[in-house]
């Protein structure tokens, strides 16, 4: 992606104030048997904490089934933590009433994976606008009428008036992607949720989106926490990236000195694992840590990843679960090889 | 809208779709026409029938255009009025107070059938004393036949075909039958002009006498009468728009709650879920018929009664689980986890997000339901368990049946009304059968 600006993180965001915190989040789902009896539980989120900056972008990368989507979901309201506490600007959501909550979902905007499942099929483009205005209180035409001209124009659906009374299937993958950052972006929010926002688009138009994505966070100072299993696209876009495995956070660290020593084994192997059009990959074999995604309903004691890690310390990684060790000023791992670093 | 539309332009290309909809909306216009010709009190009372409603239409005879396809051209009812033609009444004085009035009633009766009746209604006005009416009939070739001679109270009817002293005089023939017949042979009538003479003495000053005659013929109407001399035009007017609102009603009550209650218990879930699937497995194997018959029988045969009942069990039925099927995917697709999480409600994305999604599999559905409703009401008419007041297509069938139509070869009296609910049923089914292919593409290969 050699069109895309390199935004590299030069601030350094720690002396603003964190728009979110999130403190030890658990987020289980019960698993019934025969609709009544409890089976047990499937950890999709289990003990993660992490702050987010005012117009911070932070990457979350991890393969299928280890809890990203479900960190989205708990943090838009959509999952109910099991445990923990999620903050927005110092305020507590499990104490929000109505009109906070109303006043938080103003204040997040969700992109999703999938532009055309995220779009109601039956409503036109304007309905589909106008009904985020319409539950959170917005009922001036006028207002209406100007936001949506607005977002539009930021997401360059022109000419907005072609545009308004077509349905979702009319619009191509990525002037449905277009639409539903437009959706997300009409309530002006201080922060956005991207779920894999590119991942389903042709490589042609994911540039645009991200560009897009880029200029509306410059823009607008918005924080963004943008969900992938692609780390081609991580380092272009991102201030830090957190890499999570089996529920949890395993990695913390400012893009570039991810990018320059990546540390947990398996932010190794994801890493190992990225593909490059480079002929030389005909010969040579990638080093992929063996098995599978460990269960979360039975996560393997100690930690998660040592049934398939490589350097594994006997009698501790399958032991004890490694507490989170700072190797670096901005880069921090859970893993038993830097217990020296405290 | 624009779906809709796109809907009524892919309807044309389907000739099954434009002939359904131009029966449904023929119905429709046949409904709005009977409401506005017969008000519904008035269609209530014509049905119930009384002493005055029906007294110049003939028993069971059949529908007039019939005349057209027989050789032998059959009588329709001829009535002739004093009151409505003056010149049929000559009064001279006799002084002192003594008056007479004669009554020619004449017609021309070229038909090669016998009217199934005669009568005369005969009214008075006098203070003490009646008037005196004598009538003979005069037949074209000239016979003159004494029929009665009467002391006229303020309303008398006198049944020619009833006077059993007549009957003697024709020499037992009915005579309806012998004042009509060829005396040389007997099975043939004489054509021509027909007299009915009534000679009236009036013995008050001001008192005056009025006769009316009616022949009644074998022929009646655009549809026929019954056994108790009502035209079936009236049952199978106001027939469509009960049929019709009983059968929409039925279907899009109950389809749109079996909808709303299959959007809940998804959405919800849990112990909601589990509550309507556990309601839903007992009705479901509820009988309908035998309970409407309990309800019809030990509480009410009001056919909105009836209806109520029906929604409430249709409700229930395999369709709120091939609902639930279809709803358990929507709940999951991307654009309710969108509507949740800018906020909106379990109403609203019931209503605006997971149920929008399933109308049109819903809509051929429902328009082919739409005749099951109507059958099904025929079907509690013709077992007895009609509404009592309002004339419908089955009350029809009913009393039909029950007065033996088959046996006595008044065929008009089963057909009529079951042609209009075959009719009914064939247009809502060739609607509902085009409506599913648009809907449900993969059907068109079929």
Redesign the interface.
């Known amino acids: 992606m050699p069109s895309l600006a390199v935004k590299l993180p030069q601030e350094q965001p720690k002396e603003q104030k964190p728009i979110l915190r999130v403190e030890n989040l658990h987020t289980w789902f019960e698993v019934r048997r025969m ?1 009544f009896f409890k089976a047990g539980d499937v950890r999709a989120l289990d003990g993660v904490t992490f702050d987010l900056y005012e117009g911070e972008t932070v990457s979350i990368v991890g393969e299928s089934g280890c809890g990203k989507s479900t960190l989205a ?1 708990t943090i ?3 999952n109910i933590p099991t445990k923990g506490a999620i903050y927005f600007e110092d305020q507590d959501l499990s104490t929000l009433d109505k009109q906070g ?2 006043n938080y ?1 103003s204040s ?1 905007g ?1 992109i ?3 532009p055309y ?6 409503m036109s483009v304007q309905r589909i606008l106008e ?2 205005m319409k ?2 209180g917005i009922r001036n035409k006028e207002e209406q009428a100007r936001r949506i001209r607005q977002v539009l124009e930021e997401v360059k659906l022109a000419p907005i008036e072609d545009f308004l ?1 077509k ?1 979702p299937h009319m619009l191509s993958g990525g002037q449905q992607q277009r639409l ?1 950052i437009a ?1 997300a972006m009409i ?1 002006e929010p201080k922060m956005l949720i991207a779920d894999e926002p590119v991942s389903m688009l042709d490589a042609s138009v994911r540039v645009e989106i991200l560009q897009l994505l880029q200029g509306l966070q410059t823009k607008h100072n918005l924080a963004i926490i943008y969900i992938t299993h692609d780390l081609s696209t991580v380092r272009y876009f991102s201030e830090r990236i957190f890499s999570m495995y089996g529920a949890k956070i395993i990695e913390k660290s400012s893009t570039s000195a991810l990018l320059k020593e990546p540390l947990h084994p398996y932010t190794q192997a994801l890493f190992e694992a990225t593909s490059d059009p480079d002929a030389e990959n005909l010969k040579t074999f990638k080093n992929v840590p063996a098995g599978e995604p460990p269960s979360l309903m039975n996560p393997p004691k100690g930690c998660r990843f040592h049934p398939r890690c490589s350097q594994i310390i006997k009698g501790l990684c399958d032991e004890h679960i490694p507490p989170e060790f700072q190797v670096h000023e901005e880069h921090i791992a859970a893993c038993w090889l830097y217990k020296d670093h405290q | 809208m ?2 809709l539309s796109n809907v009524f332009r892919q309807l044309r290309t389907y000739p099954s779709a434009v002939a359904g909809l131009t029966i449904i909306v023929l119905m429709v216009i046949l409904a709005i026409y009977a409401l506005v010709t017969i008000p519904y009190s008035e269609a209530v009372q014509l049905w119930r029938g009384g002493d005055n409603v029906w007294l110049e239409t003939p028993r069971n005879a059949r529908p007039a255009w019939l005349n057209y396809f027989y050789k032998d051209k059959m009588p329709e009812t001829i009535v002739l009025r004093t009151t409505d033609d003056p010149s049929l009444k000559t009064t001279v004085d006799l002084g002192g107070g003594v008056s007479t009035s004669d009554m020619l009633l004449e017609f021309d009766y070229n038909y090669d059938g016998f009217p199934t009746e005669l009568a005369v209604f005969l009214t008075a006005e006098y203070d003490s004393a009646r008037p005196n009416v004598t009538m003979k009939w005069i037949t074209p070739d000239g016979r003159e036949i004494p029929i009665a001679d009467l002391s006229v109270r303020a309303q008398e009817t006198y049944r020619i075909s009833q006077d059993t002293r007549l009957v003697r005089r024709l020499g037992g023939a009915q005579p309806e039958i012998g004042l009509f017949a060829d005396p040389t042979n007997p099975g043939k009538v004489v054509k021509g002009t027909y007299q009915l003479v009534a000679e009236g003495l009036v013995f008050e000053e001001g008192s005056t006498v009025d006769a009316s005659l009616v022949v009644y013929g074998q022929l009646h109407g655009l549809a026929g009468t019954d056994h108790r001399r009502r035209d079936i035009t009236v049952a199978l007017l106001w027939g469509t728009p009960v049929a019709l609102a009983f059968g929409l009603v039925a279907a899009v009550g109950s389809s749109l709650t079996t909808m709303m209650l299959a959007a809940a218990a998804v959405w919800f879930g849990g112990w909601v879920d ?1 509550v309507i699937r556990r309601i839903n497995e007992v009705v479901m194997i509820l009988p309908l018929l035998p309970i409407l018959i309990m309800v019809g029988l030990f509480y009410s045969r009001s056919i909105w009664v009836i209806l109520g009942v029906v929604i409430l069990l249709g409700i229930f039925g395999s369709g709120i689980l091939s609902y639930r099927s279809m709803f358990l995917q929507v709940k999951e ?3 309710i ?9 379990s109403g ?1 994305i019931i209503f ?2 997971m149920i ?2 399933i109308v049109p599999v819903l809509i051929p559905g429902f328009v082919t339901q739409v005749p099951a409703y109507v059958f099904l009401e025929a079907t509690l008419s013709v077992l007895g368990l009609g509404d009592p007041v309002l004339p419908t297509w089955g009350k029809l069938l009913n009393d039909a049946h029950t007065n033996g139509a088959l046996f006595n070869g008044y065929f008009y009296w089963v057909l009529e009304p079951a042609s209009l609910l075959i009719i009914a049923g064939l247009g809502f089914a060739m609607l509902g059968f085009a409506l599913d292919r648009i809907f449900n593409p993969r059907l068109r290969g079929l």
């Open positions: 609709g979901k838009l309201g959509i909550w109303r979902r997040i969700y999703q994976q999938d499942g995220a779009l109601p099929p039956f009904e985020p539950i959170n009374p349905f539903v959706r309530l | 624009k779906g589990w697709s991307g654009y986890e969108a509507a949740r999480a800018y906020g909106a409600g609203r605006r997000y929008p999604k």
